[in-house]
């Protein structure tokens, strides 16, 4: 069975910082790509970052570039999202998303098929 477990998130002031972890079980991890999404209230989900195999493959929504840093620990099963200088439109359900078995990270959603149950941020102004 396969799980992914978010936490971290939280509630935070304009311009502060948050790491969010998912802690991934139940099928091998090392080799598949892992994504981060959110979604705002009352909007669709997007798209925040994704992480392949190589350590080098490596994609951000143009929202995020330089102020979120999307890393993994194979030996954990643990992907984070470092999050730095959030703002209020940060604010939404992070969810953590991972491939059967590609290692290749992607920016839809439909291609990734284990979920997590999201955790919640939110960034006061």
């Known amino acids: 069975q396969v799980q992914l477990v978010e936490s971290g998130g939280g509630l935070v002031q304009a311009g502060g910082s948050l790491r969010l972890s998912c802690a991934a079980s139940g099928l091998t991890f090392s080799s598949v790509a892992v994504a981060w999404f959110r979604q705002a209230s009352g909007k669709e989900r997007e798209f925040v970052a994704a992480?392949?195999?190589?350590?080098?493959?490596?994609y951000y929504a143009d929202s995020v570039k330089g102020r979120f840093t999307i890393s993994r620990d194979n030996v954990k099963s643990t992907v984070y999202l470092q999050m730095n200088s959030l703002k209020p439109e940060d604010t939404a359900v992070y969810y953590c998303a991972r491939k059967t078995s590609t290692p290749t990270p992607t920016v839809k959603a439909s291609d990734y098929s284990y979920w997590g149950q999201g955790t919640q941020v939110t960034v006061s102004s």
């Open positions: 992480i392949g195999r190589n350590p080098g493959s490596i």
